[in-house]
């Protein structure tokens, strides 16, 4: 299966964009990225996913390089909620498995 | 409730001994799966469940039984539980129509001593 890297961790101040890196440079043409978070003591929670294209939704956007070697969650404006471990997902169109790796440990600075 | 709620929340038990953790969805998700929580792993899945009477090992089985009677639940069972096993469980569900969004329980943490 396709592996992604993130940064251990990343910070940043409140109200102002962040911008979650992850690379994935074996993805294959059916991968599709998806990017969960969890919040601390609770389980992980569904964010945002893509093949190709952009995507936004009401909690984030998702930018996929034209390559699709790459992704960053973005953000728009952090609040001390969105402090929480980010995990970047690759998973084919008919698997069942999410290998979630150690994420990014995101601190939002008040 | 609606949601995904999962029984115990915590639970300390002793080498050898089965535990079952219990796990019950009100969406009527046809999948549910279990996934444990190890420092420095992050989540692995253990077993996944498509359908009530349909369940498919995961990533660390070894060690675990499932069962699904019913659509709604979906038990865990550590038959002889050892320290290995110590770790956070977490039940997840999804509808078949939304594939990538994963709806997860509050946790289970269990400590075998």
């Known amino acids: 299966d396709a592996k992604t890297t993130q940064p251990n961790s990343m910070e940043s101040n409140e109200e102002e964009p962040v911008h979650l890196p992850c690379n994935h440079s074996?993805?294959?043409?059916?991968?599709?990225i998806h990017w969960y978070r969890q919040l601390p003591s609770q389980g992980p929670e569904y964010v945002i996913h893509?093949?190709?294209s952009n995507v936004n939704n009401r909690m984030a956007s998702l930018a996929i390089a034209e390559d699709r070697k790459s992704s960053t969650l973005i953000l728009h404006r952090a609040t001390l909620r969105d402090a929480a471990v980010y995990y970047c997902?690759?998973?084919?169109?008919?698997?069942?498995?999410?290998?979630f790796g150690t994420g990014t440990s995101l601190t939002v600075i008040p | 409730d609606a949601g995904i709620t999962q029984s115990p929340r915590y639970k300390i038990t002793e080498t050898g001994r089965q535990v079952t953790l219990m796990c019950h969805q009100t969406?009527?998700?046809?999948?549910m799966f279990w996934y444990r929580q190890d420092l420095g792993h992050g989540l692995r899945l253990i077993y996944y469940?498509?359908?009530?009477?349909?369940?498919d090992k995961g990533e660390v089985s070894d060690g675990y039984v499932v069962s699904r009677s019913k659509t709604e639940n979906f038990p865990l069972t550590l038959e002889s539980a050892t320290r290995s096993q110590t770790s956070v469980y977490f039940c997840?569900?999804?509808?078949?129509?939304?594939?990538?969004?994963?709806?997860f329980g509050p946790g289970t943490r269990l400590t075998v001593t």
């Open positions: 893509g093949l190709t």
């Open positions: 074996t993805i294959s043409g059916t991968d599709y």
């Open positions: 969406w009527s998700h046809s999948y």
């Open positions: 997840a569900s999804r509808a078949v129509s939304r594939s990538h969004e994963q709806y």
């Open positions: 997902i690759l998973r084919g169109s008919t698997g069942n498995q999410f290998y």
């Open positions: 469940s498509a359908a009530a009477d349909i369940t």
